[in-house]
Every structure is written in structure tokens, then in C-alpha cells.
T-cell receptor
């Protein structure tokens, strides 16, 4: 079965750029999506179709996907961006989530 | 504004069946524009996809759960439901329903608030 791997944690200073990776076999041949989840809340879609942002998502969130790696980039990271982030893809009629990355802003 | 709302008993005894319903408002399941899905999250853990259903009743399940789960749809009530049989403590989780945008993108654009289901005697 298809698997997606994410680093368990990433730390970033306020105002700096955070990059969260998601790795999977030939992931670049699929579409990757990203979700933000804050404690006690439902996940929120922040990137879909590799690079697109839903309405209401700040421009500092961007995505890329090539080869075996998709990347979520947060530019000018703010304290409010501290959360868990999950990547997601679709493979052979099945939905797959990455294990999640805890982003700490310190 | 599309909204999804999960409902069902918060406490289920081991070996029994967990049954949850997701009520959709602001969109029509029978429009066929989306798939409708269940996802769960064990306490302090990541997201686990359970399965999804189309308005026609066509379903797809996570292979690791397929033997114990079933998803059904009631278009007249604009609801879809989840059943998990023979539950154990390992099925204790927050269960989310979500709307799934289909091919070629496949992403969840609307989520419910989630409901905690606890398996305990």
C-alpha cells in the first residue's frame, strides 16, 4: 500500500520560513494536499492540487510537488501557524495521509 | 455555507457496533458532485482514512479496516453513515466526516467538527 512520510516535528522562529516535507514513491505524479490542525479543532485545508490555496488561506502558505517530495512552505511564519500539518494524496482509489508534522514557532 | 455534523453515541461497549451519522447541510449529496468520507483520529495521533461513498452507494474502504466497516448513504435525508463492528478500545477515536473533491484532485474541502467515540465497558 502507498505510504507518505513526514518529519515528526519542525521548528521555526517567528518571521522566518518553515518548510514541511512529505515523501512518497513518485508523489510528484499525484496531487498533494495539506491540512492544518490546531488542538481541539478539525483539520483545515490549506493547500490542494499541489499549489492552490482555498479562499481565506493566507498567501504565506504555498506548496510544491516534484519527484518523490511535496513541500508545504510557510513564509513569514506567525505564532498562529503553530499546529499539526498533514499531507494527503490519493492512490488506487484509496486516500492516504502522512503521519503529521508538529510545527513549533519559537 | 456547507456544513457537516456528526452524531451518534459517545460510548460503545467492546464487541458491539459503533454507528455514526453525518448530516450535510448547504449541499446535496445526490448532486453527485462530491464523495463523502469518514476519517478518524486516535487520541494524540494522526489522521486515518476510513472510507468514502458516492451518492449512488459505491464505496471504497481502507484495506486495514475493510472487514469491520461499512458506509451507507440516505439521499432523502442528506445523510451518510458509518458502522464499525466488533469494536475494541483501539477504535476509541474522534471520528470526522468530510466532503471529498474527486478526480483528479482528491482532497477534503469541508470537515465536520468531529465526535469522540469511546469504547469501554
Amino acid at each position: 500500500s502507498y505510504e507518505l512520510s513526514q518529519p515528526p516535528s519542525v521548528s521555526v522562529s517567528p518571521g522566518q520560513t518553515a518548510s514541511i516535507t512529505c515523501s512518497g514513491n513518485k508523489l510528484g505524479d499525484k496531487y498533494a494536499s495539506w491540512y492544518q490542525q490546531k488542538p481541539g479543532q478539525s483539520p483545515v485545508l490549506v493547500i490542494y492540487r499541489d499549489t492552490d490555496r482555498p479562499s481565506g488561506i493566507p498567501e504565506r502558505f504555498s506548496g510544491s510537488n516534484s519527484g518523490n517530495t511535496a513541500t508545504l512552505t510557510i513564509s513569514g511564519t506567525q505564532a498562529m501557524d503553530e499546529a499539526d500539518y498533514y499531507c494527503q494524496a490519493w492512490d488506487s482509489s484509496h486516500v492516504v495521509f502522512g503521519g503529521g508534522t508538529k510545527l513549533t514557532v519559537l | 455555507q456547507v456544513q457537516l455534523q456528526e452524531s451518534g453515541p459517545g460510548l460503545v461497549k467492546p464487541s458491539q457496533t459503533l454507528s455514526l451519522t453525518c448530516t450535510v447541510s448547504g449541499d446535496s449529496i445526490s448532486s453527485g458532485a462530491y464523495y463523502w468520507s469518514w476519517i478518524r483520529q486516535h487520541p494524540g495521533k494522526g489522521l486515518e482514512w476510513i472510507g468514502y461513498i458516492y451518492y449512488s452507494g459505491r464505496t471504497y474502504y481502507n484495506p486495514s479496516l475493510q472487514s469491520r466497516v461499512s458506509i451507507s448513504v440516505d439521499t432523502s435525508r442528506n445523510q451518510f453513515s458509518l458502522k464499525v463492528t466488533s469494536v475494541t478500545a483501539a477504535d476509541t477515536a474522534v471520528y470526522y466526516c468530510a466532503r471529498l473533491e474527486d478526480s483528479p484532485d482528491w482532497y477534503f474541502d469541508v470537515w465536520g467538527r468531529g465526535t469522540l467515540a469511546t469504547v469501554s465497558s
